[in-house]
T-cell receptor
Framework: GDSVTQMEGPVTLSEEAFLTINCTYTATGYPSLFWYVQYPGEGLQLLLKATKADDKGSNKGFEATYRKETTSFHLEKGSVQVSDSAVYFCALSLASGGSYIPTFGRGTSLIVHP | DAGVTQSPTHLIKTRGQQVTLRCSPISGHKSVSWYQQVLGQGPQFIFQYYEKEERGRGNFPDRFSARQFPNYSSELNVNALLLGDSALYLC??????????????FGSGTQLSVL
């Protein structure tokens, strides 16, 4: 079945460091890809998305490029802040029987120290 | 504007009991979807309702059921609770049916503990 694999966490960085969180997927068709962020005590929020190969999603300094050849959607940010500390979820959405079923990865916790 | 609201925030039940979780979508949103998030895992899709009809179902047993009301609010019911049902249950709303370009708005969830 369809699945999303994320790198194990926690990822611990100092402020202003470069961030990469790896995400790869397995899907039978051509999914849309998403990154969601969950801050402590809050619900998931959509961070960015890409709907076709070579699309780049970006938001709040975060970027991810849909790489069909490597089935990847790695999340990057050039300079992280303490306020970026959260859990990040990679997800895909694919049509199944007339509806779109979202599939999430297990999440990667990011801790940013001052 | 109010976001997606879920109630209750926390719930403790014993094995074999039944539970009902509630979700109010953002005003104007017609789709509600439910997810189970076990500690340390990502959300797992349970149901999607759009315009009061079930439009998708994940790989969950028949003990799980849901419905959507005319005001687009939704309830998730779980019968014959098992210890493994302990999880955070998330509700998300969107204007249209969940699809490639629909943005999901999540509530903060209901934490269910089954003892």
């Amino acid at each position: 079945g369809d699945s999303v694999t994320q790198m194990e966490g926690p990822v611990t960085l100092s402020e202003e460091a470069f961030l990469t969180i790896n995400c790869t997927y397995t899907a039978t068709g051509y999914p849309s890809l998403f990154w969601y962020v969950q801050y402590p005590g809050e619900g998931l929020q959509l961070l960015l998305k890409a709907t076709k190969a070579d699309d780049k999603g970006s938001n709040k300094g975060f970027e991810a490029t849909y790489r069909k050849e490597t089935t990847s959607f790695h999340l990057e940010k050039g300079s992280v802040q303490v306020s970026d500390s959260a859990v990040y979820f990679c997800a895909l959405s694919l049509a199944s029987g007339g509806s779109y079923i979202p599939t999430f990865g297990r999440g990667t916790s990011l801790i940013v120290h001052p | 504007d109010a976001g997606v609201t879920q109630s209750p925030t926390h719930l403790i039940k014993t094995r074999g009991q039944q539970v009902t979780l509630r979700c109010s979508p953002i005003s104007g949103h017609k789709s509600v979807s439910w997810y189970q998030q076990v500690l340390g895992q990502g959300p797992q899709f349970i149901f999607q309702y759009y315009e009061k009809e079930e439009r998708g179902r994940g790989n969950f047993p028949d003990r799980f059921s849901a419905r959507q009301f005319p005001n687009y609010s939704s309830e998730l019911n779980v019968n014959a609770l098992l210890l493994g049902d302990s999880a955070l249950y998330l509700c998300a709303s969107s204007f249209g049916q969940v699809g490639t370009n629909e943005k999901l708005f999540f509530g903060s969830g209901t934490q269910l503990s089954v003892l």
